[in-house]
């Protein structure tokens, strides 16, 4: 099985099983978003994906996106691309699209406040 294809598959099972315990104790917990994306394309997020990603976020309430941008490369086995990611989050095609679709980026700090 490729690498690609058996990445989204545990990727998918994780989300199912995190999806599940989250349902379960989501009155439980005290302060959270509305909306999580980002762990189906944990450690790939691309330009591309990123651009899918945002192209299909609810339209209300506030998201939390998982990502892990960084600026070397790893130097473990760790399946992360983490200068990829970076360079998603800064490209000028994917800040115009959010500037477009009136996405505020913000922190839990001000959420909270």
Not at 5 to 30: D, G, P, R
Not at 35 to 62: C, E, V
Request: proline share 2%; glycine share 4%; hydrophobic share 35%.
């Amino acid at each position: 099985m490729c690498y690609e294809l058996k990445s989204s598959i545990v990727n998918l099972s994780q989300m199912a099983v995190v999806n599940y315990f989250c349902s379960k104790v989501k009155e439980q917990i005290s302060f959270r978003t509305d909306h999580f994306a980002g762990f189906y394309f944990g450690g790939r997020l691309s330009k591309q994906n990123l651009n899918t990603l945002i192209n299909n976020l609810p339209s209300d309430g506030t998201l939390e996106l998982m990502c892990h941008p960084g600026f070397e490369r790893n130097n473990d086995d760790s399946h992360y691309r983490k200068v990829e990611e970076a360079q998603a989050l800064t490209d000028q095609e994917v800040v115009q699209l959010i500037k477009m679709k009136n996405i505020e980026i913000t922190s839990f700090q001000n959420l909270i406040s």
